[in-house]
Every structure is written in structure tokens, then in C-alpha cells.
């Protein structure tokens, strides 16, 4: 028996691209501008190659211009910053994108700070973050905006809303809560060191679980009819042989609890990579000035 709903990401995502296109086109034959992301990649991690490469076909079916650097695995961290400060300077560059992790020798922290904030579509520098906190129109980390968008989409207002989130890392789940926050929810975070996560979890009316632990999250931890976001990513050995990719959540067992629940893949990680896209629309306009675009600051509705 299955009774959630599919939150389907793939299908939202195009939703949002179609609109960001549609304002991409807006914006160039009003202003003549097009938006520009710059991708980096230092070294080859496969799978980093694979979302870097999907981010700039995606930039440019939305009529953006993509520009990426790929650098060797040795790079040093000056030679980083000397391309990131380049990237800052160059008006044709509205989005500066690092792609996380970096190899040891370089610090991620010194990279997200030589970003320019204007640029910082991954919206990790410490001054978007802190205007995400305090208020004042940052650009929001890609995941957990594009998971607000979702939670939106399904359920319409947030307000009141008990809302867990797993994982407390910089890039998902303490932007999550300041976003759930400012929608009025009730945020609760948990962390490896939490106690008793499963009674936590009962109490949620939304779980957004980002922990990277493969199917952790089991079908009796859910409230029933409760909204679960899996931001987990993970690839297991499958019976075949081969490998598959899993979220944090037990799918089998959750969807027969849960009210709406995203797959894995299929759910949240398309909405990411549309959230850059709009991120580099915002930041081109916001540099620009200008404000006579409609940008789709939340999904479109189905047509
Ligand atoms: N690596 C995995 N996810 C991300 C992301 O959202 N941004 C960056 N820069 N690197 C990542």
C-alpha cells in the first residue's frame, strides 16, 4: 500500500526553468543584458564533474552564458583566489560558482569569502548568510531554496508548521531553518549528537532530512501524513551487482506514512541546479539594477 503523494522535482524543476528563461528572454530585450554563470572545478571527482557540467547545460538552455574553469587537482589556493578576484571583476561573470569539495591544499572557507556577495550565487558567503539570518534580499543556497519551494508548492502556507530538519551543515540545513523560520514554522534541528531522533521526528509536520546516512530514516519515524524532503544523495550496492543511488529516508517505508515525499533521485536535486539558474538571474539583475523583470521567486503553478 502506498498512500504519499510524489513531490516529482524533475517536473517542478522545468516549471522554474521555464520561468527563468522566460525572464532571461525579458531581460535581454529590454536591457540587452544575459546573465553569465562562471562554474569552477578543481580536480576530477567524477561526480563533481557530472553536477559542474549539468549546471552549465542547463545555464545555457535557460540563455545564459556559462563560462567554465577547470583546474588540476594541484592547484594551489593562491592561484584559486588570483581566478576568483578575476571572476569578481568581470562584468560579464554575475554568478560565481566553486564546486564544493576542494582539494585539501585549499581552504573552502578563504574561497566562499573571496567571492563577491553580489556573485555568490551559492549563497555561502558569510554576508548572505547573514542576510538570510537577519533580512535584507540574500541569494539563499540552492538546496535549501529549491526545497522551500517545494514545501510551498505541496502544502501552500507554512505558517505554524512544525518543521524538523536533519543535519546542521552550512550548505543545507542551517540555511533550511532560517528559510522554515521565516515562513513561520516551528523549526526544530537535529544533529548526530541529538537524543531520541525518532520521537523528535513523530512530532514533524515537515522533515527535511539532509545527514548523507543511507535509508536512516525509517517509515515509523514519520507522523502520518506528515511532508518529507530527502536531500540525501547516496550510492549503495544494489542486488544486481551494479550500484544505486538512495536518500536518507527508507522511500519503501516512508511513502506509506508520509502525506507528500520526494524520490530519490527525481525530487530535490533538480530543483538545486534550477535554484542556480535563478540565483544568476537575481544576482545579473540585482547588479544591474533592475527591477522591471519578473523573476519566479516561487514555482510557477502547473499549466
Ligand atoms: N557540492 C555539492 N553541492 C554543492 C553546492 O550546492 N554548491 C557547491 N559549490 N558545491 C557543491
Not at 14 to 37: C, S
Not at 82 to 91: K, R, S, T, W
Not at 268 to 274: C, E, F, K, R, S
Request: glycine share 10%.
Amino acid at each position: 500500500m502506498s498512500s504519499a503523494k510524489r513531490i516529482d522535482g524533475k517536473e517542478a524543476s522545468a516549471r522554474l526553468k521555464v520561468g527563468v528563461a522566460a525572464a532571461v528572454a525579458e531581460l535581454k530585450q529590454k536591457h540587452g543584458i544575459v546573465p553569465g554563470l562562471a562554474t569552477v572545478l578543481v580536480g576530477e571527482d567524477p561526480a563533481s564533474q557530472v553536477y559542474v557540467s549539468s549546471k552549465q547545460k542547463t545555464a545555457t538552455a535557460a540563455g545564459m552564458n556559462s563560462f567554465q574553469h577547470d583546474l588540476p587537482a594541484n592547484t594551489s589556493e593562491a592561484d584559486l583566489l588570483a581566478l576568483v578576484a578575476e571572476l569578481n571583476a568581470d562584468p560579464a561573470v554575475n554568478g560565481i560558482l566553486v564546486q564544493l569539495p576542494v582539494p585539501k591544499q585549499i581552504d573552502p572557507f578563504k574561497v566562499i569569502t573571496a567571492i563577491s556577495p553580489g556573485k555568490d550565487v551559492d549563497g555561502l558567503h558569510p554576508e548572505s548568510v547573514g542576510r538570510l539570518v537577519a533580512g535584507g534580499g540574500a541569494l539563499v543556497s540552492c538546496t535549501p531554496l529549491g526545497c522551500l519551494m517545494l514545501l510551498k508548492d505541496t502544502l501552500g502556507d507554512l505558517t505554524g508548521k512544525r518543521a524538523l530538519i536533519m543535519g546542521r551543515s552550512n550548505l543545507v540545513g542551517k540555511p533550511m531553518a532560517h528559510l522554515l523560520l521565516n515562513e513561520n514554522c516551528t523549526v526544530t534541528m537535529a544533529h548526530s549528537r541529538t537524543v531520541d531522533l525518532p520521537g523528535v521526528c513523530r512530532e514533524a509536520d515537515i522533515v527535511v532530512a539532509a545527514v548523507g546516512q543511507a535509508e536512516m530514516v525509517r517509515g515509523d519515524w514519520i507522523k502520518p501524513g506528515a511532508t518529507v524532503l530527502d536531500v540525501g544523495i547516496i550510492r549503495v550496492p544494489a542486488p544486481d551487482g551494479k550500484t544505486k543511488l538512495v536518500g536518507d529516508v527508507n522511500f519503501a517505508e516512508a511513502e506509506k506514512v508520509a502525506g507528500a515525499i520526494t524520490p530519490v533521485p527525481g525530487g530535490v536535486g533538480p530543483m538545486t541546479i534550477a535554484c542556480l539558474m535563478l540565483n544568476t538571474l537575481k544576482a545579473c539583475c540585482a547588479q544591474h539594477g533592475i527591477t522591471d523583470v519578473e523573476l519566479p521567486l516561487t514555482l510557477p503553478p502547473k499549466t
